[in-house]
């Protein structure tokens, strides 16, 4: 994780609440734009640490121009969005409900506009450009 | 989507020689008549697109090796002479991805010492039994392939997966065409070296990206660590796709410029492929093939994406992927159903994306 970012992490966690709180999420993670990993929550401890693949960085660009994108895999689903920073994923299971996934993504993008008084992720993805 | 199997050896090369028609040739440098018969028979046994070829010496062994797809080398040293250990460091040196098992006198230590212990070479002290030999020539070609098989990928796809995983490992391919194969070794993630059809180094990796569809299968060791190839993989990737379409632009050209070239008038009609009438006859049956479907095509432009999204599946324990669905803010979003070529669905960003994926799941 970017460091001098902790101070912002349990505000996050706390932007995230509602998606965290949806029945077969599994966990959040958000990308900057250059690929760095920003955030990361997961709510059962995996053995695996997403910080120890370099490949986040190549994916975040091959991403670019995509505004949403859900993949479904056999077991899981990964929901991607973009927000005005960076990107979001939400790690879900497939019996997830992704409509609500994605309103409750929608709800959060809705305060992350081009104005000046932002109230999504980008506020953080700035505190984070501050920091670093 | 491809898939790496990791079987047996019989399974794992029933299939390679059923799917690519691979053949790997045992290259025997000796005159023992029992052994030559032995592994021979042994071969037969494993599958018809083994064969052992023969050299009496060093040197009608290197005319072989330059020109049959030699796969291992079996090479009984006896009391070894100057001249046999400079075929062995030849052999290391010049051909890296092909395996040898030696016969000799000596122990393996010392054979190893005098050769150079990059070399890597299977030693069989004698005296040997016929049985050991040709379990050893077994082992070799079972590690040959110990990382996964691989039928009818897209090169460039692949490897640039075996970047990202930071891989050491050599890959040995075949043109689906069957007509040209290489090797590529990778150390780390970098593809520090390539060898195809008596090139090497990035002129051979020029070669081999330029093929479309390959069969190639994975050992999880590289016995090069000398770099002949400077760039990385996305620049190497991205001079052979260069070549290739500088090579089809002066082919067009050539064809122009022959007064006497039959004209030939391309019919209307596009063939479209099994896959995507599957796709569409699946879509069709469950009548949310409507409005809502605006075309249906393979593209290799998402493979990319797909690869990518594939690998972060594995790092979550996901599973394998079924199907992606992408809004890029545009008149159309896609659903993407991993394929040997990416199969595209252009859908409307009303259509209920819910019951598309789940029939596409299904």
Not at chain 1, 43 to 54: A, M, T, V
Not at chain 2, 54 to 61: C, E
Request: charged fraction near 30%; glycine fraction near 8%.
């Amino acid at each position: 994780m970017i460091s001098g970012f902790t101070a912002t992490t349990e505000a996050m966690q706390g932007l995230f609440k509602d998606i965290l709180g949806i029945r077969g999420v599994k966990g959040i993670m958000v990308f900057t734009r250059d690929g760095k990993l920003a955030f990361k929550y997961f709510i059962d401890p995996y053995s695996f640490d997403p910080e120890q693949k370099d490949w986040w960085g190549l994916y975040v660009y091959t991403l670019d121009g995509i505004r949403e994108a859900e993949l479904v895999f056999e077991h899981d689903r990964l929901y991607i969005r973009r927000a005005k920073e960076g990107y979001l994923f939400v790690l879900a299971s497939n019996e997830a409900p992704t409509p609500m996934i994605r309103l409750n993504c929608e709800i959060l993008m809705s305060g992350d506009g081009d104005g000046g008084n932002q109230k999504g992720l980008s506020r953080f993805l700035k505190d984070k450009k501050r920091l670093g | 989507m491809v898939s790496t199997e990791q079987k047996g050896f019989d399974q794992v090369w029933d299939k390679a020689l059923l799917e690519s028609r691979v053949e790997g040739k045992v290259l025997i440098i000796d005159r023992d008549p029992d052994l030559i018969q032995a592994v021979r028979e042994a071969l037969k046994r494993q599958g018809q697109g083994f064969s052992a070829i023969v050299a009496k010496d060093g040197k009608s062994a290197e005319k072989l090796l330059r020109s049959e797809p030699v796969t291992l080398v079996l090479y009984n040293l006896k009391v070894p002479k100057a001249s046999d250990i400079e075929l062995l460091k030849y052999l290391s040196r010049s051909y890296p991805d092909v395996e040898v098992i030696a016969i000799s006198g000596l122990g393996g230590e010392e054979l190893q010492k005098i050769v150079g212990t990059k070399a890597d070479i299977e030693c069989i002290e004698k005296p040997y039994a016929i049985d050991g030999i040709v379990e050893a020539v077994k082992r070799a070609l079972e590690r040959q392939a110990e990382g996964g098989v691989l039928y009818h990928v897209s090169t460039g796809m692949f490897l640039q997966l075996i970047e990202m995983e930071q891989r050491t490992c050599t890959i040995r391919l075949v043109e689906n065409s069957r007509k040209k194969r290489g090797a590529l070794f990778f150390r780390n993630g970098i593809l520090v070296d390539a060898r195809s059809n008596g090139l090497r180094g990035e002129e051979a990796a020029y070669e081999i990206f330029s093929w479309d569809r390959v069969c190639l299968w994975i050992q999880n060791s590289c016995r090069t660590d000398k770099r002949k190839i400077e760039r990385d993989l996305q620049a190497v990737i991205l001079e052979a796709m260069r070549r290739k379409d500088e090579a089809a632009a002066d082919d067009n050209k050539d064809q122009d410029e022959t007064p006497e070239a039959e004209v030939i008038i391309p019919t209307e009609e596009v063939v479209e492929s099994e896959v995507v009438a599957r796709v569409k006859k699946r879509l069709e049956k469950e009548t949310v093939y409507s409005n809502d479907v605006l075309d249906i095509r393979e593209d290799t432009a998402w493979d990319s994406l797909l690869a990518q999204s594939s690998r972060i599946g594995a790092f979550f324990d996901a599973g394998e992927l079924k199907v992606a669905y992408v809004d890029r803010g545009d008149i159309n979003d896609y659903l993407l159903v991993p394929e040997e070529k990416t199969i595209v669905i252009a859908v409307d960003p009303k259509c209920p994306r819910d019951k598309f994926i789940k029939l596409l799941t299904q």
